[in-house]
């Protein structure tokens, strides 16, 4: 699909709660887009905000014209914003990132090259370098979509960066409502037990600059993802191939260093540009045993015991 051919084919959802400063920010590098503003549409869903986020949505709107304000009313979790966004969006292409991130000035351009190509595009994400937790913390939660890998299938997406065909959206019929972490990871694992298949589009990037500044914040996210995301790994088992190890509470708390250090290892050693900040791997791998004490307490808790 020629996309210079097609009127307004393209929606990016920004979903928002309380974060108007970084809004404003990753809204105004949207101006600056390579793909024309007649192209594509913006919809910010506001998940219940106190603050100033439907004034900036104003003031920005003079420098994106298609862009639009949608409030929830209250706080109900981002996969029902999402949810909202999707039902309010008139593209072909519908497009996640996050308030907190940066598009590169064409990464709608090649997102959209990309999705001609496949049904689902997960694009990549960089990190901030002059902080060393935020650049941590990102090379743990995000190492698999970093530049230096090239473009190919992926099993996994990164909800900061990600593109969907509309029909694909429908068909799943959208982003569960109850999940309150890792909702982008149980939408694809959905779209692969169905067949779907991601495409990893490395030139179609996004900065994450989170506020998350200090390690007790980054090991509390860290642990609160693992105890959530290990039920669905046990609930796809057969589709993920998950080993017994992530299923035994027992065995994973014993084997933890080993297992993080095995996983911190393989970060490094398959991408090279990570390679080179080699000085960030201690901080890493205690994030990566932060990760198996939090699918630990998911699987003790009986999360992770859901049958497929």
Known sequence: MNISNHKMIVTVIICTYDRSHLLRRALSSLVHQTLKPDQFEIIVVDDGSR???????????????????????????????????????????????????????????????????????????????????????????????????????????????????????????????????AQDIELILRARHSGLKILFSPNAIVLHDPERTTVASIFRHTFKHAAVTISLRNRYRSLLRTPFILRSAPLLLLLAPLIALKVTFQIYLSNVNIAKLF????????????????????????????KE
């Open 279 to 306: 000085w960030t791997a201690p901080l890493v791998y205690m994030l990566k045993i932060t990760w198996c004490l939090g699918a630990y307490r998911g699987l003790r808790s009986g999360r992770g015991l859901k």
């Open 51 to 181: 603050d100033e986020t439907p004034t900036v949505c104003e003031m920005l709107r003079k420098k994106l014209p298609h862009l639009r304000y949608i409030s929830t009313g209250s706080n109900l979790g981002l996969a029902h914003a999402r949810n909202v966004g999707i039902k309010a969006a008139s593209g072909n292409y519908i497009i996640f990132t996050d308030d907190d991130c940066i598009p590169a000035t064409d990464w709608l351009e090649r997102l959209c090259a990309d999705l001609d190509r496949a049904p689902i595009v997960a694009g990549a994400v960089t990190s901030p370098v002059n902080n060393y937790m935020k650049l941590c913390h990102n090379i743990s939660s995000f190492h698999a979509y970093m530049p230096g890998r090239k473009s190919n299938t992926t099993p996994f997406i990164a909800g900061a960066n990600m593109g969907f065909h509309r029909r694909v959206l429908e068909e799943l019929r959208g982003f569960q409502n109850s999940l309150r972490i």
